[in-house]
């Protein structure tokens, strides 16, 4: 068990729909990540946010927005969803004191999307 | 665009001998390099790192080497065991922009 949380397990929705992800980072973590995995392709960065900032941002679809709260959870939301953006979606946690420091990341078991 | 590549997706190995994983990048801005293990149902799991001023990091059974000229990595596995039976990833951060980027995966299976 990594610490991290993410809720749904699973999410079955339709074209079209809207719909948010829930992670809480392991306790005293100031970093959330999320990240895409598509079938059988490795995990795509899609964005960071650091004590409820912004921090960094990859390959993140204008339709996908997220947030990390006071309480530092953190929320992805995808909307306009399409066949494509089926895939598993993981949160992960550090503790990133540092900028550009060598804090490990912890993993949530993730989210899987289905979007029919 | 794949910065990082993994361009085998499976490999085989009898328990007792090296597991030899391979990573390239193509990104000289890349400062930290990882590797994660992952199990089916579950999220990748922290398995070992190297900065970029190393070329070689040891944690018990597990090596990790860096050759910055080749942008080349390799995760060593010894002795392998039927446990270590998992996808595993390597990833790479771009410093100055702190986003991390995953190679596609590795299937070890370590056959008894």
């Known amino acids: 068990d990594s610490g991290v949380t993410q809720t749904p397990k699973h999410l079955i929705t339709a074209t079209g729909q809207r719909v948010t992800l829930r992670c809480s980072p392991r306790s005293g973590d100031l970093s959330v990540y999320w990240y895409q995995q598509s079938l059988d392709q490795g995990l795509q960065f899609l964005i960071q946010y650091y004590n409820g900032e912004e921090r960094a941002k990859g390959n993140i679809l204008e339709r996908f927005s997220a947030q990390q709260f006071p309480d530092l959870h953190s929320e992805l939301n995808l909307s306009s969803l399409e066949l494509g953006d089926s895939a598993l979606y993981f949160c992960?946690?550090?503790?990133?004191?540092?900028?550009?420091?060598?804090?490990?990341?912890?993993f949530g078991p993730g989210t899987r999307l289905t979007v029919l | 665009d794949q910065q990082v590549k993994q361009n085998s997706p499976s490999l085989s190995v009898q328990e007792g001998r090296i597991s030899i994983l391979n990573c390239d990048y193509t990104?000289?801005?890349?400062?930290?390099f990882l590797w994660y293990k992952k199990y089916p149902a579950e999220g990748p799991t922290f398995l070992i790192s190297i900065s970029s001023i190393k070329d070689k990091n040891e944690d018990g059974r597990f090596t990790v080497f860096l050759n910055k000229s080749a942008k080349h990595l390799s995760l060593h596995i010894v002795p392998s065991q039927p446990g270590d039976s998992a996808v595993y990833f390597c990833?790479?951060?771009?410093?100055?922009?702190?986003?991390?980027?995953f190679g596609s995966g590795t299937k070890l299976n370590v056959k008894p």
């Open positions: 992960a946690s550090s503790a990133q004191r540092l900028a550009g420091g060598t804090d490990t990341q912890y």
């Open positions: 990104n000289s801005m890349f400062d930290y």
């Open positions: 990833a790479a951060r771009e410093y100055n922009f702190n986003k991390f980027y």
